[in-house]
């Protein structure tokens, strides 16, 4: 459309409250009424805490721009109580926490207003998302007995405490009240968690619409489940939705069958996929994807299209899956930092073919005439020059700047850390140590059960345990698939050493059934021996890389490039005429994360397929911008830059670039 016609045209939120708000969306038609109008919802799933809030406004015009009138958010509950009893709406001033500034989802629900867009809001408390434990917080495990994601009182009574926080957030921005929200999701995808022989907890989904009913909450509600895979996740007084891909017309016509009166919804129709470390990047067939979509509404259904940007898993909140059927960690599948999703803007908000089938198929579905923006320019990008690596501190360096060192008799998961409030250790490393060891030649060490996730092995602070190679190096010692795993610790003999187990939280699950959801993290499932003699009387380590620690590090040294766990630093300057978005190529280095000016950034492991890490302007600024590499086993001399992305998995060669 033009601008003289645009400006005829009236917006989106004229065209259903220019009369005033009488009422909101509506499911008791075959078709959606919004305010007593026939209502197609065509939305896009964004997750404002997958993109700079700088970008907020860019991406929400870009969906406006795209034929989209709504967009569509989850709720991570773990960013917003970080502690127990401790909430983060990104409305802190002292800036402490790195992921604060994610989190103003009053401001996000505002912009999207703003933008013409109206919301759809799902807020868990469980979201999966392929984000770190299902948007769940881990210290719910330090709670014994606890049951999560069930009608349990316990857990129940922290999912009431949480939504009466976020709910008051939110209630105000309710359509009718003047606001953006149409509709919310109870839990998400219920279904999914039901085990063979055992029926489903419905009553946990009764309680939690009592619970949003409770705290003000009037809009429409759903539930969402792949319709072949049952509606026994769903309630018989609410609208159930359908979640899919492929076979759109059985998926519709299940969902048809099962509330023949109410409108069709696809709140998730899966535009791409996302990748596990180890595999090959994702990408979905255009045509495919231009097909199934022009089905869904040749049905007459509304859509959500998950993802219609993906963003990133910033820092340590990737998640995971577990293949199989198993709890013990054996199957355990990282996702990778990048959430790109081959969704029709890329992770950097670049459009894609997929974006152009967007705009096409919603102009010709479309059935009010209302005013539309012009796509925003794309995003500039810059290389910047290579870096050398100038400082370096090992992990005794950090170990000797720690906050705190734990006593313990046994190896205790991150989770029972009696620190942060009590409210344990979430996310990073976490370090095994045993001072004053004699260790004899050829002495084999023994982790009992399995490592969560993976482990380094140091003795006087020299690395030990192999160096990474390839992909099968994760079938061995100081990954999760080896059960009861052993390792050799050479032919020197050791007198009062120091022995460090460095553990990392590779991500925890986000998907599966109820059982699945044990997501310790660290050295838990049994003892560690040597030469099958119990090791007891361990100091233990957090090491978090929270925003205010990192900031305080000192007495950084030269660096020695040697094998083994240590965090580099060097410094990239700006003018501020030249700070764009860019990529930081992983080439060279193994495995580990990036710190940028604070905050982490994003995970590298060079199996693949993810390659890059996208960076975007908003964290640098003029002058020095401070960049942090942990690397766990040898380095990269310096440090490089791209200007996208590119997906590689280690050993076939193949690359397959955005």
Not at 99 to 108: A, E, N, R, T
Not at 109 to 131: F, M, N, S, T
Not at 446 to 454: A, F, H, L, N, W
Not at 524 to 551: E, R
Request: with cysteine; glycine share 8%.
């Amino acid at each position: 459309m033009g601008d003289d016609t645009d400006n005829i045209l009236p917006t989106l939120y004229d065209y259903f409250t220019a009369d005033g708000i009488r009422s909101g969306l509506s499911d008791q038609e075959p078709n959606f009424k919004l305010n007593g109008k026939k209502f197609k919802i065509f939305s896009g799933a964004l997750h404002y805490f997958r993109v700079h809030p700088v970008y907020w406004r860019d991406r929400l015009r870009k969906y406006r721009a795209a034929g989209l009138n709504c967009v569509e958010t989850y709720v991570p509950w773990n960013v917003h109580e970080p502690k127990d009893g401790t909430f983060d709406f990104g409305q802190n001033d002292n800036n402490e926490r790195d992921f604060s500034l994610f989190l103003d989802l009053v401001g996000f629900l505002k912009l999207a207003q703003e933008e013409d867009l109206l919301v759809i809001l799902r807020p868990g408390p469980y979201i999966c998302a392929e984000w770190e434990f299902g948007g769940l917080p881990s210290w719910l495990l330090r709670q014994k007995d606890l049951k999560i994601r069930t009608s349990d009182t316990k857990f129940l009574f922290y999912v009431e405490r949480y939504f009466k926080k976020l709910l008051a957030l939110v209630s105000p921005l309710q359509f009718t009240k003047g606001g953006s929200i149409i509709a919310f999701q109870i839990e998400n995808e219920y279904g999914n968690v039901k085990e063979e022989g055992k029926p489903i907890d419905t009553a946990y989904l009764e309680a939690l619409k009592n619970i949003l009913r409770e705290n003000d909450i009037v809009e429409l509600l759903f539930t969402s489940d792949s319709p072949t895979a049952g509606f026994q996740g769903s309630l018989p007084d609410i609208l159930a939705t359908a979640n899919f891909q492929e076979d759109c017309a059985i998926e519709l016509a299940l969902l048809k069958a099962h509330q023949p009166n109410k409108p069709l919804m696809v709140m998730e129709y899966w535009t791409g996929w996302f990748d596990h470390y180890t595999e090959k990047h994702h990408e979905r067939n255009l045509g495919k994807f231009d097909s199934v979509l022009e089905d869904i509404l040749m049905w007459n259904s509304s859509f959500n299209l998950y993802m219609m940007h993906g963003g990133t898993n910033w820092g340590f909140y990737n998640g995971a899956n577990i293949f199989g059927t198993g709890a013990d960690n054996a199957g355990f599948q990282p996702d990778t930092s990048s959430y790109d999703y081959d969704a029709p803007l890329c992770e950097n908000g670049d459009y894609t073919d997929k974006y152009v089938v967007v705009q096409r198929v919603t102009a010709e579905y479309n059935e009010i005439y209302i005013r539309q923006p012009p796509p925003p320019p794309a995003t500039f990008r810059t290389a910047y020059q290579d870096l050398e690596i100038t400082e370096e501190l090992s992990v005794n360096d950090l170990i000797s700047q720690s906050e705190e060192i734990i006593d313990s008799k046994n190896v205790i998961s991150m989770e029972n850390l009696d620190i942060n409030n009590h409210s344990g250790q979430s996310y990073g490393y976490i370090v095994y140590r045993k001072e004053n060891i004699d260790i004899k030649s050829g002495s084999i060490l023994k982790i009992e059960g399995r490592v969560c996730d993976t482990v380094l092995v140091l003795i006087n602070g020299k690395l030990v345990s192999k160096v990474f190679e390839s992909e099968a190096d994760i079938n061995g010692f100081g990954y999760w698939r080896l059960k009861d795993s052993t390792l050799n610790l050479g032919t020197e003999n050791y007198f009062s050493a120091t022995l460090d187990l460095v553990v990392e939280n590779f991500g925890r699950v986000n998907y599966g059934k109820l059982y699945q959801f044990n997501q310790y993290k660290g050295l838990w499932q049994g003892n560690v021996l040597i030469n099958d003699q119990v090791i007891n009387d361990w100091k233990i380590v957090p090491l978090q890389f929270d925003k205010k620690w990192t900031g305080s590090l000192s007495n950084w040294r030269t660096p020695t490039f040697a094998p083994g766990p240590r965090l580099y630093r060097t410094s990239l300057n700006l003018d501020s005429e030249s700070i764009s978005d860019t990529y930081i190529d992983f080439k060279g280095w193994n495995k580990g994360f990036l710190i940028v000016n604070g905050f982490i950034l994003s995970r590298f492991f060079k199996v693949g397929p993810q390659q890059a890490g996208y960076l975007p302007a908003p964290f640098l600024h003029k002058g020095d911008n401070e960049i942090l590499i942990f690397e766990h086993f040898v380095p990269s001399k310096r440090l490089c830059f791209c200007t996208d992305p590119y997906f590689e998995t280690l050993g076939d060669g193949k690359v397959l670039r955005s």
